[in-house]
C-alpha cells in the first residue's frame, strides 16, 4: 500500500483532516494518506484537494508542508524518512509553530529589448532558459536587489525570516519575495504591504497566508 504525504508534524497533534492518518516515529509524524496510482499529470481538481488538506493541518498546528507527488511505497518507507531526516524536521518544527507565510509579488515587462533584427546568440538563449527554469536570489539585479531590500525594510518587524526569487519569460520579469510572519501578525503586515509603491509599469500581490512551502528547508 502506498502513501501520498502532505507533511511532517509534532505526534502530539491535535488530529488529522478527514481522509488521513499519522505514521508517527523518532519523535515526529507523517500525515498521509493511502493511494493506489498517481496521476501523471495531475489533475487541477487533485492538486486543489491536496493542497486544501494541507492547509487544513496549516490551521491546526505547526507543519513541515510537502509539495505534492511524495508517494512512499509502504509505511516501512515512510518510517525511513523520518528516521533519516530527523534533525531537519526537529529543527524546522522548532521554527514553524505559531508561523505562516505571506508573499509579495511583483510583475514588470522587461527592460532589455534586443536591437531590431538582432537575436539573442545559442548561448545566451540557454542561459536565459536556466535562468527561467531556476531562479534564485543571485539572478537580481541592481534594481530588484534593491526593491527586495526597501521592501523588506518597509516590512521590518512583520516577519522572522525572507525568502526571494526572480523569475522571467520573453516578455515579464517575476520578483517573488516569500516571508515568514506569525498568525497574529497577519493583519499588520498586511497594513504594512499596502504601503509599497511598486516601480513604474509593474503590478504588485500580496497573498497569503499560506502553508510555509518556501521555508520548509534550512535557512541556508
Known amino acids: 500500500m502506498s502513501y501520498l504525504l502532505y507533511g511532517i508534524v509534532r505526534p502530539d497533534s491535535v488530529g488529522c483532516p478527514p481522509g488521513t492518518r499519522l505514521i508517527t516515529a523518532h519523535g515526529l509524524a507523517a500525515v498521509v494518506s493511502t493511494v493506489e496510482e498517481m496521476r501523471s499529470p495531475p489533475t487541477v481538481a487533485s492538486l486543489l484537494a491536496y493542497g486544501r488538506v494541507v492547509e487544513a493541518i496549516h490551521a491546526r498546528q505547526a507543519v513541515i508542508p510537502l509539495r505534492y507527488g511524495c508517494v512512499m511505497e509502504n509505511e516501512f518507507a515512510v518510517l525511513r524518512l523520518l528516521e533519516d531526516h530527523r534533525p531537519q524536521y526537529a529543527a524546522l518544527l522548532a521554527r514553524l509553530p505559531g508561523m505562516t507565510e505571506m508573499g509579495i509579488r511583483i510583475l514588470w515587462p522587461l527592460r532589455a529589448a534586443v536591437p531590431p533584427g538582432v537575436g539573442p546568440s545559442p548561448g545566451a538563449r540557454y542561459l536565459a532558459s536556466l535562468r527561467s527554469r531556476y531562479p534564485t536570489a543571485s539572478a537580481l539585479d ?23 526569487e526572480v523569475s522571467s519569460s520573453s516578455e515579464r520579469r517575476l520578483l517573488s519575495l516569500y516571508f ?3 498568525k497574529t501578525g497577519v493583519e499588520r503586515f498586511r497594513r504594512k504591504a499596502r504601503k509599497i509603491c511598486p ?7 500580496l497573498s497569503g497566508p499560506w502553508p510555509p512551502y518556501n521555508f520548509a528547508g534550512s535557512p541556508e
Not at 142 to 152: C, H, N
Open 142 to 164: 541592481g534594481e530588484e536587489t534593491r526593491l527586495a531590500d526597501r521592501i523588506a525594510g518597509l516590512l521590518s518587524g512583520c516577519s522572522a525570516e525572507r525568502r526571494t
Open 180 to 182: 515568514l510572519t506569525s
Open 199 to 205: 516601480p513604474s509599469g509593474a503590478k504588485i500581490l
